[in-house]
């Protein structure tokens, strides 16, 4: 309602919004006169979900921000499905199952074959412009180095959305107003079954708190990541979740096994199919989880069993309590649960072999004192199958916040030295004690001897705001350090800079492996950002995911904004640059064949006239 030429004017109009936007929560209208004189206005409108709109008479939207993106609690990486032919997606799903070699051989050349009629196919139909055409970036498809992911992501609101890492835009988004995060501020996203087992589509879930009328606890959402077809969502309200587990098993559609444990010990299964309950039947002595309570300073490790009615349960194996008056637990850190480890061991210049500590049960606990008075932060290595603390370190008159990292047989976390007043990154390093390594396979039951354990720490100028490192395909890359700091910038450093095998004068072991001299300070420069001159504003997180290339990882870093890159911390050994002479290189091998088949005639030639001699 505004003042026109004949007094008051009203203006209304019906403006159709998506569904999964909600009501709206606050608007602002202004009112103006156009070039004719007539009234109309603009209003910008932020809805239930977190989108800030602007509409304009007589109701279009002029332009929207998905500001639910600022408040991102999780986010997984999706391998997009091959965009060849059916063909080549079963190959890859009888891939990942069949482990006869001839059998594959057979079904390589098989693959071959069927590829080369459907090229020589689409030359025929479309002639050299089949060589020529460009994918359609719409559809949904890996690209040649499986660079191209779906970000799958889930807000503080409730919104759901699926990303496309190569242009940022929104493929799906959908909006459920009762679903908030867990007691931790985190929501748990799992991705039961990848994109390459057609006719099986990809499979993910999502566990958050539930506050939807007549389901008090959380709510399990299964749904196809991939496209987000609503009719092909599943709701399943459970009893509020402790723990989420994901199991190392598939069933006959592809799909692993998601094991939720609720605050009343009650087990929970998907797919809850007679064909799970057998298979983990099978492997019931072999299933071990651990839970976390902080305010009670508590961690309880517990053993999957199976009833004789065949229902699961859980029964406790061991609980590690920390003095409740004098220390609280701030954080639990395990290994990225896709991690491939290259090497074993590291080769000494004495030609031995210094074996790495890759227990795959376990995980860093980082603790810190309750009495201001005489602060410390504590860190502990805990095995998760029998409760035994393998590492133990204090650092006094130290505070938080800690940020950490765990990795292969390394870890790396950040603190405030309070009595210093600076900021500190440690280091630690786990290796096998000796120097024969006879287990192949490891068992938390029958460990090997106490492990040794390096430490050293270092000088950082800033404090952080998320910490991790670097994933590759196969691990043969050396790994980097990714630091988020307040300033918005992130920055990667080798690990090879925080080896505790440093000291201060280089020795002739250290020369030969190329390990700098021990520098107490880590020195963040700008060549070292990967952001460059793009800052994040309020950086929380940074996700980090593994490519077609060995030499790449993906990185994104979630704030206020976001940032997805890629990084090559080894340089990019496995790709050809562009300025790479590919005529030169034709044409010397081109008259190296030449030069074969001249020289190959004229010593013929030479032979036949001495044989006539």
Known sequence: RGEGKGGVVEISSLVKLEEFRGKPLLGSAYLFHKSDKSLSYRLALRMQDGTLLSLQHPGHVTWQREEALATIVTLQMLDLPAGESEITESFVSLAQTERNPIKLAVKRLQLQAMLAKEFLY??????????LRRQDSSVLVRDQFSTRKLLVAATNTGKLYGLDSTSGDVVWQSYFPWLRPLSNGKMLLYFLRSASHPPHPPLAALIGTSKLPGCDGSMLLIFNPLTFDPQDLEQHCIPSVLQAVLLPMFDSTHSR????????????????????????????????LFLADSSASLVSGYQLEVELAGSLVVSPVWQLQLPTDSERILSITTKPPNEHVNSQGRVKTDRSVQYKYLNPHLFAMVTESTDSTKPFISVYLVDA??????HHTTHRLATGPVSITHSEN?????????????????????HESSSNLTHSLWSSLTPPPPPEVTSQAYTFGSALSALTTTQTMRGITHKAILLGLHSGHIASIPKHILDPRRQLHATDEMREE??????????????HFINYNQTVTRLRDI???PSGLESTSLVLACGLDLYFTRV??????DLLPEDFDFTLVAAVVGALVAATFVLSRLSRRKLLKLIWK
């Open 385 to 390: 199958v029998t409760g035994s603390v393998i």
């Open 257 to 288: 096994i998601l094991v939720t444990v609720s605050n009343n010990m009650q087990v929970g299964l998907y797919p809850a199919t007679p064909e799970v309950h057998s298979l983990l039947s099978a492997l019931t002595q072999q299933l071990f």
């Open 514 to 527: 190329g390990l700098p001299p021990y520098i107490p300070d880590i020195a963040v420069k700008p060549v």
């Open 122 to 131: 689409s030359l025929q139909a479309h002639g050299l412009a089949s060589l």
């Open 568 to 573: 090559v911390p080894s340089k990019q050994f």
């Open 410 to 430: 390394w870890i790396v976390y950040h603190y405030y030295n309070s009595k210093l007043r600076r900021y500190e990154l440690a280091v630690l390093e786990i």
């Open 543 to 545: 996700y980090t995911a």
